[in-house]
């Protein structure tokens, strides 16, 4: 490195001087497996994702030779096209649904998103354990909740589009929403999301609370002295009765 510095002031004492800095863009440990160097940094390269770069994304192409499935670049993980599924697109649906058996076939992946396409793919849950992830309407999972190794329990409501294989995270407008929680039991009808119970680190909890899908609102409809008689109430009631009668 080459440093010139030029003054015009006549007495040294005058010069105001310079201060430099400077690294290095080195990679450490010379980015093993299935890493290389870039910008200083050791990053995955094509096809790998993760902390470790051990993660394969979209395996064996989704079996796009065959027409079977395209690779979704952005969230790493296979777009099977009808009838196929599986983690690489490699299993056809049909005889197997004949059989009574399914296919498990990924929608989302956090260890597979692409970290330089954020602003494209959108924001996404965090990982999470105890949570509720229930079916609704207009092709949406609902999850709610649960308990997240670095955020502790948690009471999030997000969406995930099964056609855009999109996650949108939905905020509610109500002053009163349930607390944080893990372990809860949630199901879904008409528009609305219905959680109860669960609990925290000090907490078995007893209440109800519903999540207006439409409104993007929570409302409480009972409270833990009433828990137990209405437990046995509904197992008698339509649902739709008994939200007819909390309004």
């Known amino acids: 490195m080459t440093v010139i510095f030029q003054t015009n002031f006549p007495d040294e004492n005058d010069s105001p001087g310079f201060a430099a800095s400077y690294s290095v863009l080195r990679c450490p440990s010379g980015c093993e ?13 094509a096809g790998y994702r993760g902390e470790q770069c051990d993660i394969e994304m979209c395996p064996s192409n989704c079996s796009a ?26 299993y056809s649906i049909s005889p197997l649904s004949s059989l009574g058996q399914g296919v498990w076939s990924p929608l989302a992946d956090e260890a597979r998103l692409d970290p330089d396409a954020s602003s494209t793919v959108g924001a996404v849950p965090c990982g999470r354990m105890g949570h509720t992830l229930i079916p609704g309407v207009d092709n949406r ?16 409501v997000w969406s995930y589009n099964l056609v855009t294989k999109q996650w ?9 929403h349930p607390a944080p ?3 809860h039991a949630a199901t879904f009808y008409s528009t609305f999301m219905a959680i109860s119970g669960g609990m925290n680190d ?3 909890m007893q209440d109800v ?24 109430c509904m197992r008698f009631l339509q649902p ?8």
């Open 181 to 183: 929680r893990r372990f």
């Open 209 to 232: 609370w519903f999540f207006n899908t439409n409104g993007e609102n929570w409302s409480q409809v009972l409270s833990k002295t009433t828990f137990n008689m209405i437990c046995i």
């Open 33 to 45: 497996g299935n890493k290389e160097c870039a910008l200083g940094k050791c990053r995955c390269v």
């Open 202 to 204: 000090t907490t078995v």
């Open 65 to 90: 030779d065959k027409g079977q499935g395209t690779c979704d670049q952005d969230m790493g993980v296979c777009s099977c096209s009808p009838p196929y599924g599986g983690d690489a697109c490699q």
């Open 141 to 156: 999972l609902w999850l709610f909740g649960g308990y997240s190794h670095s955020q502790g329990d948690l009471s999030d």
């Open 240 to 247: 739709q009765s008994f939200l007819n009668q909390q309004k």
């Open 168 to 176: 949108k995270q939905h905020f509610s407008g109500s002053a009163a």
